[in-house]
């Protein structure tokens, strides 16, 4: 029996279609592996916003909300502990130095009154009762002085005349000796009335002095207790407006605490709280600007805190030149915070995507309009209008700008399905 011989073309031939064959089954494999592993959104436009990357000057700046406050505010205290008995001024009204805001009433502080008074007039009639002693001392010490001054007189003539008696021998030497003994005894008794007179004379200038230095203390004691009164009178320190009462008809106040806060007028300043985003940029000098009726305002970065409350940062502004007629303090204004100069950048304007990507990654619509592909971008900057755009996009491009809510964890959006 006859053998069919394989030609070698033949065999080579049946190789290459079984390899040509197994590519193929592979290529189906890997195509269909990508394509499984890509999530597409099918969208039919509506709700999507489109828009174009371009390029040009890329302004530094950011909106805020300004609030109106007063450059210098002072505050209201309380000097004396009370309860509040009346209450004189509103919130919002216009004060003067001096006038009185809301009257307390401290009964302690009344008896001390009281007990000051009963002590400065009991010291009074001390004082007086003994000036009125010391003034019958010193006209006693004055009737004793002339009238050891006449006997010390008399006693001299005594002594004289028995001296020349005793010369002549007309008396007696004891006669003479004792009239001598009474003259010197006299002149000794007035020398210490004289001390004594010299004596009491500085003690009672010393003793008056000392009670009138305590009256004088006690007195000036009396008008600091009497001016403790006055204190329960709450008064303005300065002319303006009374931004804030924190007081209730009834409500005891403690020494020291604020009660209000007085706003002086004529000199205002921008509150304004930024996103902490920008804490790291936002300095002292920074200029900005606002508009009133269309006209233009400049004002300039003041002071910015440190405490960050919230996820935002305060920060205040200053007026540079001149200021909006009838400002009133608690106004808003939109605020416009310039950060830098304008620079040349590719730009995108701002959408809702950035809350879903963080500016991380976007959808870059495809040449053809049918789809939109995931693509990874770096942000730079932002202002209320634009995004820089770092790396990732070209100027031309265009990209789904509006939220990504709907798309879930899609790599790719087809669009225009309905047409």
């Known amino acids: 029996m006859d053998r069919e011989i394989i030609r ?102 009344q008896q001390q009154i009281l007990d000051s008074e009963s002590q400065l007039a009991e010291r009074q009639n001390m004082l007086r009762d003994t000036e009125i002693a010391l003034e019958k001392e010193r006209l006693q010490l004055k009737q004793d002085i002339l009238a050891g001054r006449i006997e010390a007189n008399r006693m001299r003539r005594l002594y004289n005349q028995q001296k020349t008696l005793y010369d002549e021998k007309l008396t007696s030497r004891e006669e003479y000796l004792k009239a001598r003994e009474d003259y010197e005894l006299a002149e000794e008794k007035l020398k210490l009335l004289s001390e004594r007179i010299y004596q009491d004379s500085l003690y009672r200038s010393v ?69 902490e985003f920008y804490i790291d940029r936002v300095e002292k000098g920074l200029e900005g600007s606002l508009q009133r009726n269309n006209v233009p305002y400049g004002v300039t970065v003041n002071k910015v805190y440190p405490e960050v409350s919230e996820g935002r940062f305060r920060a205040d502004l200053i007026f540079k030149g001149d200021v909006p007629e009838n400002i009133r303090v608690g106004q808003s204004y939109a605020v416009k915070l310039q950060l830098g100069d304008p620079v040349h950048a590719v730009m995108l304007p701002r959408g809702s995507f950035f ?65």
């Open 355 to 419: 809350q879903t990507t963080g500016g991380k990654w976007i959808f870059v619509v495809d040449p053809d309009g049918r789809s939109a592909t995931r693509r990874e971008i770096k942000i730079g900057r932002q202002n209320p209008e634009y995004y820089e755009i770092i790396d990732g996009l070209a100027p031309g491009e265009r990209v789904i700008s509006s939220g990504y809510a709907t798309f879930g964890n899609a790599d790719k959006i087809m669009l225009n399905v309905d047409k």
């Open 207 to 275: 003793q008056v002095g000392m009670m009138r230095e305590s009256l004088d203390n006690m007195q000036r004691n009396f008008a600091l207790v009497r001016q403790r009164a006055d204190n329960l009178n709450v008064r303005a320190s300065h002319s303006g407006q009374l931004g804030s009462l924190r007081a209730e008809l009834g409500q005891n106040i403690p020494s020291g605490q604020q009660v209000g806060q007085i706003n002086l007028v004529g000199d205002y300043k921008m509150a304004v709280n930024i996103d």
């Open 8 to 109: 070698p073309y033949r065999r080579l031939k049946k190789y290459a279609l079984i390899g040509l064959a197994a590519v193929i089954v592979i290529a189906l494999g890997v195509w269909a592996f990508f394509r499984a592993a890509t999530t597409v959104y099918r969208s039919d436009d509506k709700g999507l916003i489109i828009s174009e990357v371009i390029e040009g000057d890329f302004n530094d700046y950011i909106r805020l909300t300004g609030k109106v406050e007063t450059a210098t505010s002072v505050q209201v205290s309380a000097l004396e502990t009370g309860i509040v008995e009346r209450i004189l001024v509103e919130e919002g009204s216009f004060v003067q130095a001096g006038d009185v805001i809301l009257t307390l009433f401290n009964p302690n502080l």
